[in-house]
């Protein structure tokens, strides 16, 4: 089955700076590529996806790349602000026929103002 | 309302106790999923009903784990003689796609589980 690592576990950057998180998946046939915001206990919430047919997606200051060959992808925040201190997930999804979402193990950002 | 709805929030549970988590979808989604969350750890997939219909049941760690959707609206994971190792936060998702259609899941707030 699918296994995606994440890492860093723990991001402490600067008000203002940017941070990136990395993500890689094991199963070549994934083609959907979301991430998830969660804040202390609240749900999670997608705030940006990436499909297997795109290399990057944009979204204000928010972007994610993917590379399918080397099977990994990447949140970008930039000009970051207090309110992104979250902990966020990538996840994968092999797809046709196989719905369920392979989570990784999180990564705790933290704002310092 | 407007979002996945789950109930209760919180429970508390003796060892050996059978709990009910349930599950209010957003209206129309045909998708409906169950995650199981340890703390500080990611969503570990359980299972996945299209409608009423249990498509993948792979993640349900035994066989004191069952979850039905009966109506394919309102689902409800039932855990019977709850172990320690069973204290986690149980989500549910839901999506308006089915199976290869996909799309975006829309999380509950969870039930946090706590077996004494």
């Known amino acids: 089955g699918e296994n995606v690592e994440q890492h860093p576990s723990t991001l402490s950057v600067q008000e203002g700076d940017s941070a990136v998180i990395k993500c890689t998946y094991s199963d070549s046939a994934s083609n959907y590529f979301p991430w998830y915001k969660q804040e202390l206990g609240k749900r999670p919430q997608l705030i940006i996806d990436i499909r297997s047919n795109v290399g990057e997606k944009k979204d204000q200051r928010i972007a994610v790349t993917l590379n399918k060959t080397a099977k990994h992808f990447s949140l970008h925040i930039t000009e970051t602000q207090p309110e992104d201190s979250a902990v966020y997930f990538c996840a994968a999804r092999a797809g046709f026929g196989n719905e369920k979402l392979t989570f990784g193990t999180g990564t705790r950002l933290t704002i310092i103002p | ?116």
């Open chain 2, 1 to 116: 309302g407007a979002g996945v709805s789950q109930s209760p929030r919180y429970k508390v549970a003796k060892r050996g106790q059978d709990v009910a988590l349930r599950c209010d979808p957003i209206s129309g989604h045909v998708s409906l999923f169950w995650y199981q969350q340890a703390l500080g750890q990611g969503p570990e997939f359980l299972t996945y009903f299209q409608n009423e219909a249990q498509l993948d049941k792979s993640g349900l760690p035994s066989d004191r784990f069952f979850a039905e959707r009966p109506e394919g609206s309102v689902s409800t994971l039932k855990i019977q003689r709850t172990q320690q190792e069973d204290s986690a936060v149980y989500l549910c998702a839901s999506s308006l796609g089915s199976a290869g259609v996909g799309g975006e899941l829309f999380f509950g707030e969870g039930s946090r589980l706590t077996v004494l």
